[in-house]
C-alpha cells in the first residue's frame, strides 16, 4: 500500500542504512589501525574526512525527514478533509528528494574541514596526520556555520518534533481514527520519543563544545563516543520501529524490491538477446552463402 507516510519512511531507512554502513566502515577501519606490521593509518586518514561528511549528511537528512513524517502524520490527523489534497505521494516523494539534495549541499563544508598533512620524525622519517583547514580554524565562519547547521539538524527538529507531537497526541484522544491509522500513527510518535531522546546529548555537546572527534581532548572524545552511540540506536531503532508497528512499510518496501529485481532481471536478458541476435545473423548469413 503505497502511501505519503510510508514514501517518508522508506526514505528515512535508507538514510538510516546508509549511516549504519558508514558507522560499521568507520568502525572496522579504527579497529584495523590497531593491528601491528601495517600502514593501516594512511587508510583511516584518507577514508575518516569522507565518513565524517557522510555522518553530518544523513544526519541532517534524518532529522529533516523525521520533521516531514510528523507534519504529515498532523495533518493526517488533525485535518483529515485537508490531508487528501495536501497529503499526496508525488508531493511526499519529492520532498524526500529535496531534503536529500538540501543535506548533501549543506554538509559539504564538513567535507573540507581536514587536511592531511606530513609530520617529520627526528628528520629522517615522515608521518601522515590530519589537521584542521583554515577556514575550520576558530573564527567567525567556523562558530557561524556550526550554529546553523545544528540548528537546522537539531535544535529546530527538536522544538518542532514535540510540538507536533504533543497535537498529535491531543488529536488521538479526541478523535476516533481507524486501527491502521491509529497503528501508523503509534509508529510515528514512537520514531519521534526516540529521535529526541537520542539526539538530545549530541545536540548539547556539539553546539556547546563545538568540536569534533579528531582534533578533541580524549575526554570529549569519551562523551563523543556515547553521544554517538545513542545517534546509532535511533537508527536502529527506526528500522524496528517500521518492521514491527507498520505493516504497510514492509508491503511496500516488499513490492520496491521485486520491482527492483524485476527491472534488473529484464536489462539483463535484454543485453543477452542484444549480443546473440548479430551471432545468429551471422551463421544464417554464412549458411545462406
Known sequence: MRTPTNVFCIALAATDSTKIINDILYFVVVLITEIPGADWKRIFISLYPVTHYVFHTTMMAAALLTVAIAIERYVEVCHPYKSRSVCTITLAASTSICILFFSILMSIPYACKYTV?????????????????????????????????????????????????????????????????????????????????????????????????????????????????????????????YCTLNRSFMKTAKVLIQKWNCCNRRVSFDDKHKEQIPLRRYTVDSLLS
Not at 140 to 156: D, E
Not at 186 to 194: D, E, G, H, S, Y
Request: proline share 2%; with cysteine; hydrophobic share 50%.
Open 117 to 241: 598533512s606530513d609530520n617529520e620524525i627526528n628528520g629522517t622519517m615522515i608521518d601522515l596526520d590530519l589537521t584542521v583547514t583554515k577556514l575550520w580554524v576558530k573564527g567567525p565562519f567556523a562558530i557561524s556555520f556550526t550554529w546553523v547547521h545544528y540548528v537546522l539538524r537539531s535544535l529546530l527538529p527538536l522544538v518542532l518534533l514535540i510540538v507536533f507531537s504533543a497535537r498529535i497526541i491531543y488529536a488521538l484522544r479526541s478523535h476516533r481514527l481507524g486501527n491502521s491509522k491509529k497503528r501508523i500513527t503509534v509508529c510515528i510518535l514512537a520514531v519521534i520519543a526516540v529521535f529526541v531522546m537520542c539526539n538530545f546529548p549530541d545536540t548539547i555537546m556539539s553546539t556547546i563544545l563545538n568540536t569534533g572527534y579528531y582534533e578533541a581532548s580524549y575526554l570529549v572524545r569519551g562523551f563523543r563516543e556515547i553521544t554517538d552511540f545513542f545517534l546509532l540506536l535511533q537508527t536502529t531503532t527506526n528500522i524496528v520501529i
